[in-house]
Nanobody
Framework: QVQLVESGGGLVQAGGSLRLSCVAS????????MGWFRQAPGKEREFVAG????????VYLDSVKGRFTISRDNAKNTVYLQMNSLKPEDTAVYYC??????????????????WGQGTQVTVSS
């Protein structure tokens, strides 16, 4: 079955960096777009970044542009989220997700069908 397992979260000071990883299994990873979402306490889950199946195109939430980078290694069935210049408002549980594979927007949660268990990112001020 489809599994997505995130790692790399933790506690970091403002201005610091973290790299999240998501290892996928149970499907042909190289044929699917992937995304990262986050959810802070008391808030809706929001899109953070998305990448096409080839990795040739990426999209980002405006507030993370220039600070976060999504990438993938299809040989390792892994998608990454490099997060630099972290801010306290980036504190959330971060989830990776699989794009459904049909037409849809990388920005929309409705376009994704499987989710990992999440990894906590906490940025202290």
């Amino acid at each position: 079955q489809v599994q997505l397992v995130e790692s790399g979260g933790g506690l970091v000071q403002a201005g610091g960096s973290l790299r999240l990883s998501c290892v996928a299994s149970g499907f042909t990873f190289s044929s699917r777009g992937m995304g990262w979402f986050r959810q802070a306490p008391g808030k809706e889950r929001e899109f953070v970044a998305g990448i096409t199946w080839t990795g040739s195109s990426t999209v980002y939430l405006d507030s993370v542009k220039g600070r976060f980078t999504i990438s993938r290694d299809n040989a390792k069935n892994t998608v990454y989220l490099q997060m630099n210049s972290l801010k306290p408002e980036d504190t959330a549980v971060y989830y990776c997700s699989r794009f459904r594979g049909v037409s849809g927007s990388l920005y929309s949660a409705n376009s994704y069908d499987y989710w990992g268990q999440g990894t906590q990112v906490t940025v202290s001020s």
